[in-house]
């Protein structure tokens, strides 16, 4: 039954003891009587992702990447606890079946989740759809009409009205990333304080709250294999909570490319360079058109996600500097940050 096409033998230095897994997964999950086989997934740049395999049914371990992690982020209980109700209301969240804490078993808290089978889309057009003419089209209605079902959902019929404080949630997103920037900048740039005091002065008055998944992007989303239109499921859930949902769809233009943006976007895109996807003008009203919502205040969402980019490439950059990371692919950040803040001062000045 196993599709391995998507996944790899486990990383050296990511191996935990399978057979200890194992025994503490028997009676726990359907099928996992069975000998288990694992791989993993090789995508994603945080959170480590297996395949459990045990003939019968299969599985998907997570757990947080190695080494420190700052303690609100790669959360597998918040994950857990989203997903293991989520999908009563919304299907295209993975289902979760059990959370552990005992670090002893993996190394870490884990979930398992059940497996999804499908094509998640980075920077190339996949061969499955390249003679697809409107795959990007496709893909792009395809990712504002679920956005829009998602902020759609009744949380407190799920329970989930514990997951965040929807008060003053822009103001927390606002002085978060302010103090993220502070704490990580590896110069000065005028142009973070104009945003900052922008985005200070334009808060809009919304007391709308809703799920807000915080990290929604294509290559989040698993699109069925034979349809660029049909999402299978979205993944990276460790984020979710409730707040200003236009929040969601500022940060999905952050990573969304308009043909004539500046070629240090193009460079850094995490999307194919394909002109059959909407605009981020057109994403934005296919979005206005499945939710209802007045998205007049759409600039100041842009805004506040180009904002955040900045302080997450930052906090990446600063670990290149100081010799954390090795990763070549951080070197271009010096140039991104300042190119970012110079991009989002731009969507600020447009009428």
């Known amino acids: 039954m196993s599709h391995n096409v998507d996944t790899i033998s486990v990383r050296a230095d990511e191996k935990f003891d399978e057979l200890k897994l194992s025994d503490f997964l028997k009676g726990k999950l359907e099928g996992a009587e069975n000998p288990l086989h694992v791989r993993q997934f090789p995508g994603g740049k945080a959170n480590l992702t297996y395949h459990l395999d045990y003939g019968s049914h299969e599985y998907v371990l997570r757990r947080p990447p190695l080494g420190p992690v700052a303690p609100t982020a790669h959360d597998m209980a918040r994950e857990y606890s989203v997903l293991?109700?989520?999908?009563?209301?919304?299907?295209?969240?993975?289902k979760a079946f059990l959370f552990s804490d005992e670090e002893s078993i993996v190394g870490a808290p884990f979930f398992i989740m059940n497996r999804h089978s499908g094509i998640v889309v980075r920077t190339n057009m996949p061969s499955e759809f390249a003679d697809e003419p409107h795959a990007g089209r496709q893909m792009s209605i395809a990712l504002a009409d679920a956005l829009a079902e998602f902020h759609k959902v009744d949380y407190e019929s799920l329970g989930l009205q514990s997951l965040g404080k929807p008060d003053g949630f822009i103001d927390r997103q606002i002085e978060g990333w302010?103090?993220?920037?502070?704490?990580?900048k590896h110069k000065d740039i005028r142009?973070?304080?104009?945003?900052?005091?922008?985005?200070?002065?334009?808060?809009?008055?919304?007391?709308?709250?809703?799920?807000?998944?915080?990290?929604?992007?294509?290559?989040?989303?698993?699109?069925?294999?034979?349809?660029?239109?049909?999402?299978?499921?979205?993944?990276?859930w460790d984020m979710c909570t409730l707040g200003d949902p236009l929040a969601d769809l500022g940060s999905l233009l952050?990573?969304?490319?308009?043909?004539?943006?500046?070629?240090?976007?193009?460079?850094?895109?995490m999307m194919p360079m394909d002109n059959s996807f909407l605009t981020r003008r057109e994403l934005v009203a296919r979005y206005t058109q499945a939710s209802g919502r007045d998205v007049s205040n759409i600039r100041f969402y842009h805004a506040l996600g180009l904002y955040r980019l900045v302080g997450i490439a930052a906090q990446i950059y600063i670990?290149?500097?100081?010799?954390?990371?090795?990763?070549?692919?951080?070197?271009?950040?010096?140039?991104?940050?300042?190119?970012?803040?110079?991009?989002?001062?731009?969507?600020?000045?447009?009428?």
């Open 254 to 269: 952050c990573y969304w490319i308009d043909p004539d943006d500046p070629d240090f976007f193009k460079q850094s895109a």
């Open 84 to 94: 293991s109700v989520l999908h009563n209301t919304f299907p295209l969240a993975p």
């Open 319 to 351: 670990r290149y500097l100081k010799g954390q990371t090795k990763d070549k692919r951080f070197a271009m950040f010096g140039d991104m940050i300042p190119a970012i803040a110079q991009f989002a001062l731009k969507i600020i000045q447009e009428r």
């Open 178 to 184: 302010s103090k993220r920037w502070e704490a990580a």
């Open 191 to 236: 142009e973070m304080d104009e945003i900052y005091n922008w985005l200070n002065d334009h808060k809009p008055l919304s007391r709308e709250s809703a799920l807000v998944h915080n990290d929604y992007k294509l290559d989040n989303i698993m699109l069925a294999a034979n349809n660029p239109g049909k999402i299978e499921a979205i993944f990276d």
